[in-house]
Protein backbone atom coordinates (compact mmCIF):
# COMPACT_ATOMS: atom_id res chain seq x y z
CA UNK A 1 0.00 0.00 0.00
CA UNK A 2 2.70 2.54 0.72
CA UNK A 3 4.43 1.73 -2.56
CA UNK A 4 1.18 2.63 -4.28
CA UNK A 5 0.75 5.78 -2.82
CA UNK A 6 4.74 6.88 -3.65
CA UNK A 7 3.88 5.69 -6.95
CA UNK A 8 0.20 7.24 -6.91
CA UNK A 9 1.96 10.76 -5.86
CA UNK A 10 4.47 10.48 -8.44
CA UNK A 11 2.35 10.25 -11.28
CA UNK A 12 0.40 13.09 -9.65
CA UNK A 13 3.41 15.34 -10.05
CA UNK A 14 4.28 14.26 -13.43
CA UNK A 15 0.54 15.50 -13.96
CA UNK A 16 1.07 18.74 -12.57
CA UNK A 17 3.98 19.55 -14.40
CA UNK A 18 2.33 18.43 -17.75
CA UNK A 19 -0.66 20.48 -17.10
CA UNK A 20 1.10 23.32 -15.37
CA UNK A 21 3.24 23.57 -19.35
CA UNK A 22 0.36 23.56 -21.00
CA UNK A 23 -0.71 27.29 -20.32
CA UNK A 24 -2.94 28.05 -23.57
CA UNK A 25 -5.70 25.57 -22.50
CA UNK A 26 -6.86 27.11 -18.92
CA UNK A 27 -7.39 23.53 -17.68
CA UNK A 28 -5.14 24.16 -14.59
CA UNK A 29 -6.95 25.87 -11.72
CA UNK A 30 -4.70 28.61 -10.31
CA UNK A 31 -5.58 28.44 -6.58
CA UNK A 32 -4.19 25.15 -5.51
CA UNK A 33 -3.92 22.22 -8.98
CA UNK A 34 -6.70 20.34 -10.84
CA UNK A 35 -9.92 18.83 -9.68
CA UNK A 36 -8.47 15.68 -10.94
CA UNK A 37 -5.13 15.88 -9.13
CA UNK A 38 -6.46 17.50 -6.32
CA UNK A 39 -9.21 14.56 -5.80
CA UNK A 40 -6.41 12.07 -6.16
CA UNK A 41 -4.44 13.77 -4.05
CA UNK A 42 -6.93 14.02 -1.27
CA UNK A 43 -7.60 10.39 -1.97
CA UNK A 44 -4.02 9.50 -1.30
CA UNK A 45 -2.57 12.42 1.16
CA UNK A 46 -6.34 13.59 3.17
CA UNK A 47 -7.14 10.14 4.05
CA UNK A 48 -4.18 9.37 6.23
CA UNK A 49 -3.75 12.63 7.61
CA UNK A 50 -7.34 13.88 8.02
CA UNK A 51 -10.16 10.69 7.75
CA UNK A 52 -11.60 12.04 4.66
CA UNK A 53 -10.57 14.77 1.82
CA UNK A 54 -12.54 17.77 2.16
CA UNK A 55 -15.54 17.63 -0.60
CA UNK A 56 -15.50 14.93 -3.33
CA UNK A 57 -13.84 15.46 -6.85
CA UNK A 58 -15.57 16.79 -9.99
CA UNK A 59 -15.58 15.24 -13.07
CA UNK A 60 -13.12 17.98 -14.72
CA UNK A 61 -10.22 20.02 -14.14
CA UNK A 62 -10.86 23.81 -13.02
CA UNK A 63 -10.15 26.89 -14.70
CA UNK A 64 -7.69 29.27 -12.93
CA UNK A 65 -10.11 32.23 -13.80
CA UNK A 66 -12.93 30.06 -12.12
CA UNK A 67 -10.56 29.06 -9.14
CA UNK A 68 -10.09 33.04 -8.44
CA UNK A 69 -13.43 33.21 -8.37
CA UNK A 70 -14.51 30.84 -5.64
CA UNK A 71 -11.08 32.03 -3.92
CA UNK A 72 -12.87 35.68 -3.34
CA UNK A 73 -16.12 34.49 -2.88
CA UNK A 74 -14.78 32.17 0.00
CA UNK A 75 -12.19 35.13 1.57
CA UNK A 76 -15.72 36.83 2.43
CA UNK A 77 -17.34 33.64 3.80
CA UNK A 78 -14.71 33.16 5.80
CA UNK A 79 -14.77 37.03 6.92
CA UNK A 80 -18.47 36.68 7.68
CA UNK A 81 -18.12 33.95 9.82
CA UNK A 82 -15.10 34.72 11.62
CA UNK A 83 -17.32 38.08 12.49
CA UNK A 84 -20.58 36.14 13.36
CA UNK A 85 -18.97 33.39 15.34
CA UNK A 86 -17.44 34.55 18.67
CA UNK A 87 -17.23 31.08 20.19
CA UNK A 88 -15.75 29.21 17.03
CA UNK A 89 -12.65 28.93 15.54
CA UNK A 90 -12.57 30.13 11.60
CA UNK A 91 -9.47 28.70 9.30
CA UNK A 92 -8.91 28.79 5.34
CA UNK A 93 -8.22 25.15 4.03
CA UNK A 94 -8.07 23.63 0.39
CA UNK A 95 -10.72 21.23 -0.73
CA UNK A 96 -10.55 17.66 -2.50
CA UNK A 97 -10.45 20.19 -5.95
CA UNK A 98 -7.57 22.28 -4.49
CA UNK A 99 -10.16 25.32 -4.22
CA UNK A 100 -10.10 27.00 -1.12
CA UNK A 101 -12.64 26.64 2.19
CA UNK A 102 -13.58 27.27 4.63
CA UNK A 103 -12.92 25.19 8.30
CA UNK A 104 -15.06 26.42 11.34
CA UNK A 105 -14.19 24.67 14.56
CA UNK A 106 -16.68 24.33 17.79
CA UNK A 107 -15.34 23.49 21.19
CA UNK A 108 -17.68 20.54 21.83
CA UNK A 109 -18.08 21.67 25.74
CA UNK A 110 -19.41 24.66 24.27
CA UNK A 111 -21.84 22.79 22.45
CA UNK A 112 -22.65 19.98 24.91
CA UNK A 113 -22.91 18.83 28.17
CA UNK A 114 -20.19 16.26 28.89
CA UNK A 115 -21.09 12.37 27.47
CA UNK A 116 -24.01 13.97 25.84
CA UNK A 117 -25.56 14.72 21.51
CA UNK A 118 -27.97 17.10 23.52
CA UNK A 119 -27.22 20.68 22.56
CA UNK A 120 -26.78 23.12 25.41
CA UNK A 121 -29.20 26.43 25.41
CA UNK A 122 -26.12 28.78 25.10
CA UNK A 123 -24.36 27.80 22.13
CA UNK A 124 -27.76 27.98 20.34
CA UNK A 125 -26.90 31.45 19.83
CA UNK A 126 -23.51 31.04 17.35
CA UNK A 127 -25.15 28.28 15.63
CA UNK A 128 -28.04 30.48 14.76
CA UNK A 129 -26.09 32.96 13.40
CA UNK A 130 -23.87 30.25 11.54
CA UNK A 131 -27.55 29.14 9.80
CA UNK A 132 -28.18 32.47 8.68
CA UNK A 133 -24.98 32.69 7.28
CA UNK A 134 -25.53 29.21 5.39
CA UNK A 135 -29.09 30.29 4.05
CA UNK A 136 -27.81 33.48 2.70
CA UNK A 137 -25.09 31.80 0.78
CA UNK A 138 -27.04 28.74 -0.07
CA UNK A 139 -24.23 27.15 -2.81
CA UNK A 140 -22.18 26.74 -0.07
CA UNK A 141 -21.57 22.97 0.60
CA UNK A 142 -21.14 21.81 4.11
CA UNK A 143 -19.26 18.72 5.53
CA UNK A 144 -19.75 18.48 9.29
CA UNK A 145 -16.99 16.16 11.30
CA UNK A 146 -17.21 15.28 15.11
CA UNK A 147 -14.22 14.50 17.36
CA UNK A 148 -13.80 13.53 20.92
CA UNK A 149 -10.34 12.56 23.33
CA UNK A 150 -9.13 9.49 23.96
CA UNK A 151 -10.62 9.41 27.53
CA UNK A 152 -12.41 6.12 28.53
CA UNK A 153 -16.07 5.26 29.70
CA UNK A 154 -16.64 4.06 33.24
CA UNK A 155 -16.42 0.41 33.46
CA UNK A 156 -15.82 0.03 29.71
CA UNK A 157 -12.44 -1.28 28.29
CA UNK A 158 -10.39 0.39 25.91
CA UNK A 159 -12.00 -0.63 22.80
CA UNK A 160 -15.55 -0.07 24.15
CA UNK A 161 -14.47 3.24 25.39
CA UNK A 162 -13.20 4.19 22.10
CA UNK A 163 -16.56 2.56 20.09
CA UNK A 164 -18.61 5.09 22.70
CA UNK A 165 -16.55 7.94 21.60
CA UNK A 166 -16.81 7.03 17.99
CA UNK A 167 -20.69 6.88 18.44
CA UNK A 168 -20.85 10.35 20.70
CA UNK A 169 -19.04 12.08 17.96
CA UNK A 170 -21.50 10.49 15.20
CA UNK A 171 -24.51 12.22 16.92
CA UNK A 172 -22.53 15.48 17.87
CA UNK A 173 -22.15 16.00 13.91
CA UNK A 174 -25.96 15.34 13.76
CA UNK A 175 -27.00 17.33 16.08
CA UNK A 176 -25.05 20.28 14.69
CA UNK A 177 -26.59 19.14 11.45
CA UNK A 178 -30.20 18.58 12.25
CA UNK A 179 -30.36 22.02 14.42
CA UNK A 180 -29.04 23.84 11.65
CA UNK A 181 -31.78 22.18 9.42
CA UNK A 182 -34.47 23.33 11.90
CA UNK A 183 -32.89 27.14 11.46
CA UNK A 184 -34.24 26.59 7.64
CA UNK A 185 -30.73 25.36 6.31
CA UNK A 186 -31.38 22.87 3.43
CA UNK A 187 -30.68 19.50 3.98
CA UNK A 188 -28.99 19.66 0.26
CA UNK A 189 -26.66 21.76 1.39
CA UNK A 190 -24.80 18.64 3.90
CA UNK A 191 -22.66 16.22 1.94
CA UNK A 192 -20.99 14.55 4.56
CA UNK A 193 -21.92 14.30 8.31
CA UNK A 194 -18.92 12.38 9.96
CA UNK A 195 -18.01 10.72 13.53
CA UNK A 196 -14.50 10.04 13.73
CA UNK A 197 -14.15 9.51 17.24
CA UNK A 198 -10.80 9.89 18.56
CA UNK A 199 -9.18 9.64 15.34
CA UNK A 200 -6.90 12.56 14.15
CA UNK A 201 -6.11 14.91 17.58
CA UNK A 202 -5.35 17.86 17.31
CA UNK A 203 -3.59 18.55 20.61
CA UNK A 204 -2.13 15.89 23.22
CA UNK A 205 -4.80 14.04 24.83
CA UNK A 206 -2.44 13.64 28.22
CA UNK A 207 -3.14 17.31 29.36
CA UNK A 208 -6.67 18.19 30.42
CA UNK A 209 -6.11 21.55 27.99
CA UNK A 210 -5.26 18.99 25.00
CA UNK A 211 -7.86 17.03 25.71
CA UNK A 212 -10.48 19.96 25.59
CA UNK A 213 -8.79 21.12 22.37
CA UNK A 214 -9.29 17.42 20.77
CA UNK A 215 -13.55 17.76 22.01
CA UNK A 216 -14.87 19.28 18.74
CA UNK A 217 -16.72 19.83 15.92
CA UNK A 218 -15.36 20.96 12.49
CA UNK A 219 -17.50 22.32 9.75
CA UNK A 220 -16.20 22.60 6.33
CA UNK A 221 -17.75 25.45 3.74
CA UNK A 222 -16.42 24.70 0.19
CA UNK A 223 -17.59 25.44 -3.16
CA UNK A 224 -20.73 23.05 -4.31
CA UNK A 225 -20.91 22.04 -7.92
CA UNK A 226 -23.08 24.19 -8.80
CA UNK A 227 -21.05 27.16 -7.11
CA UNK A 228 -18.29 25.81 -9.81
CA UNK A 229 -20.64 26.31 -12.38
CA UNK A 230 -21.52 29.35 -11.46
CA UNK A 231 -17.79 31.10 -11.55
CA UNK A 232 -17.15 29.40 -14.85
CA UNK A 233 -20.22 31.03 -15.90
CA UNK A 234 -18.77 34.40 -14.55
CA UNK A 235 -22.04 34.78 -12.44
CA UNK A 236 -20.03 34.06 -8.79
CA UNK A 237 -19.52 37.47 -6.51
Known sequence: MKNLKIATMGLCLAMLVSCSTNTGSGSLIGAGGGAVLGGVLGAVIGKDAKGAAIGAAIGGAVGAGTGALIGKHMDKVKAKAAAEMENAKV??????????????????????????????????????????????????????????????????????????????????????????????????????VTGYGEQNPVADNSTKAGQQANRRVEVYLYASEKMIEKANNGELN
Open 91 to 192: EEVTDANGLKAVKVTFDSGLLFATSSATLASKSKNDLNDFATLLKNDADLAVDVQGYTDNQGWKNSTAEQSAQKNLNLSQQRAESVKNYLTSQGVSYNQFKN
